[in-house]
């Protein structure tokens, strides 16, 4: 399991590319379109903070809801619930979130 980020480190990488990491092989370019702050919940490890990331894929293809590699230059590589939200000209929209 990759270790949770706060969401301030995710409001400051809005807008830019990351990657996904294809289970046959293969990758494709996403960017984070969207950080939802949805507050703080306390852990017996101190307190988590929770979030909605929107990211677009400029690609006609859909992917199925699952979990993802997804790999950003300086963040690193995280593993990600993601789930199609919806289809537009502009690509396709998948949700991650985090509570």
Do not use: C, K, W
Not at 36 to 47: K, M, W
Request: a neutral charge.
């Amino acid at each position: 399991m990759s270790p949770r980020l706060d969401v301030s480190v995710l409001v400051a990488a809005r807008g830019q590319p990351f990657v996904i990491r294809l289970p046959a092989g293969g990758s494709q370019d996403l960017e984070l379109i969207a950080v939802q702050d949805l507050g703080r919940r306390r852990t017996a490890d101190g307190e988590l903070s929770n979030y909605a990331l929107t990211f677009r894929a400029r690609a006609s293809t859909v992917l199925p809801q699952g979990t993802y590699r997804l790999e950003h230059g300086t963040l690193g590589a995280m593993d990600v619930f993601l789930v199609p939200s919806a289809r537009d000209g502009e690509g396709v929209r998948y949700e991650a979130i985090f509570n």
